[in-house]
């Protein structure tokens, strides 16, 4: 079992650049992709981004609506991944779910941050 800890959404202001971090525990060794998706109000859950971890390497891919402004990174270390949010616009406003999985394609949800952006 992998457990998933989100931390870092809350209120921010149109414009603003706040980080989610999620770290990981349990039975880690496996993992190879860490990613981060949305659900806004209504809609479906969304991939917003991705990282694939090959040996010590990382291959981030991200959603059309985030490139360029939210970046996915990963400390292997200390089994954390981040999202580095910038440029954030009121239609980022979600509920943010970080999620992970291993080699056997089983996957882990966290229990999700929720990210609002309003003035």
């Known amino acids: 079992q992998v457990q998933l800890v989100e931390s870092g959404g809350g209120l921010v202001q149109p414009g603003g650049s706040p980080r989610l971090s999620c770290a990981a525990s349990?039975?880690?060794?496996?993992?190879?992709?860490m990613g981060w998706y949305r659900q806004a109000p209504g809609k479906e859950r969304e991939l917003v981004a991705l990282?694939?971890?090959?040996?010590?390497?990382?291959?981030?891919s991200y959603a059309d609506s985030v490139k360029g402004r939210f970046t996915i990174s990963r400390d292997n270390a200390k089994n954390t991944t981040y999202l580095q949010m910038n440029s954030l616009k009121p239609e980022d406003t979600a509920v943010y779910y970080c999620?992970?999985?291993?080699?056997?394609?089983?996957?882990?949800w966290g229990q999700g941050t929720q990210v609002t952006v309003s003035s």
């Open positions: 999620n992970a999985r291993n080699i056997y394609y089983i996957t882990y």
């Open positions: 349990g039975s880690t060794v496996n993992i190879n992709a």
């Open positions: 990282i694939t971890s090959v040996g010590n390497t990382n291959y981030p």
